[in-house]
């Protein structure tokens, strides 16, 4: 039985994965604050060893590496690294002691979309934090692999859905009173002309790449990979399909994006939505598909309703 020690895996991507990993036979060992527990329960959590350590405070004592060493994992998968001091801290204490480690990045490292779909291939023109140190990130790990043999790969999701958590919205944003507006037939206003795009997974098919990127160690030690449905949608597209699936007729009005941003209650959600608009991912699967056989369960839609499904039965999308 080899040992997996899943770094933040009580989160989105974790509530499927760590179940995963056990029905293959894996040890499970999950490290995080213990702030939280998985959206969806599952049996399999009974067989998993939680070891709570706060990544934040023990790396700044340097410990933070050594003692997810102490593990003795055979695979490590970090779910939650954010900058690229953090990735060599961890690096470079797993350094000749692990088998495979796998770092969840994102699509954003690739910046705005230039040709599409977009493939690992094309250059990173990242900006804003994030995806600078997303980036940065995955340069270090693909350099530290074929430079030096550590066993990274990285996979890059897309806007991650699923049960428990509200998805990225046909506003751009994430406040889920826009899918009641869809749902009671309201007037839904969407910058410009509606057709900038969005990218989601379901966190599950998320969970499928990484368990495919370990079954074929192979082809994905040294790689990177997209993880997203099979088509990125447009913010009228998604609309339309949305306000469809609640029975309605999408009422839509386009706005150009100064008069659509003063027209919003909360800039917070104004700036989500450039941030994603900006960006306009379209990510191809088709290395996925090739190296590791990746299959999507998924389309962006069916994951995201799934996701709203789970919104109306909890009172949080109202129907009427």
């Avoid at 020690?5 to 989105?12: A, D, N, R, T």
């Avoid at 499927?16 to 702030?35: D, H, I, M, T």
């Avoid at 989500?272 to 379209?282: G, L, M, V, Y």
């Amino acid at each position: 039985m080899s040992r997996a020690v899943i770094i933040g895996g009580s989160g989105h991507i974790g509530t499927y994965l760590v179940p995963r990993l056990v029905e293959a036979g894996f040890e499970v060992v999950n490290v995080s604050r213990g702030e939280r527990q998985p959206y969806t329960p599952h049996a399999a959590w009974r067989d998993v060893r939680t070891v709570t350590l706060d990544r934040e405070a023990e790396e700044k004592t340097g410990e933070f590496g050594p003692k997810i060493r102490a593990l003795k994992p055979d695979i490590v998968l970090d779910m939650i690294c954010f900058t690229l001091p953090s990735a060599k801290h961890l690096t470079e204490a797993l350094a000749g002691k692990v088998q495979h480690f796998l770092h969840t990045g994102t699509i954003w490292v690739h910046g705005p979309s230039v040709a599409v779909p977009t493939t690992e291939m094309q250059p990173r023109k990242p900006f804003g934090e994030y995806g600078i140190q997303k980036a940065a990130i995955e340069a270090y790990l693909i350099e530290e692999a074929r430079r030096d043999g550590f066993p990274a790969t990285i996979v890059h999701p897309g806007h991650i859905v699923g049960p428990g958590w509200n998805p990225l919205n046909p506003a751009g944003h994430f406040n889920p009173q826009v899918f009641s507006t869809l749902a009671q037939g309201k007037t839904l206003a969407l910058p410009n002309f509606g057709m900038e795009t969005v990218h989601h997974v379901h966190a599950d098919d998320v969970a499928q790449v990484l368990m495919k990127a370990i079954a074929n160690w192979s082809s994905s030690v040294g790689e990177a990979f997209h993880a997203v449905s099979p088509a990125a949608v447009s913010l009228r597209g998604y609309a339309e399909a949305t306000a469809a699936w609640f029975g309605k007729e999408a009422k839509l009005t386009f706005l150009p994006w100064p008069d659509w941003k003063a027209a919003q209650s909360s800039e917070e959600e104004a700036t989500a939505t450039w941030e994603h608009i900006a960006r306009s991912p379209s990510s191809s699967i088709e290395k996925a598909r090739r190296l590791l056989g990746y299959v999507p369960r998924y389309t962006s839609f069916e994951a995201v309703f799934e996701s709203v499904a789970w919104l109306v039965e909890k009172g949080v999308v109202k129907t009427h």
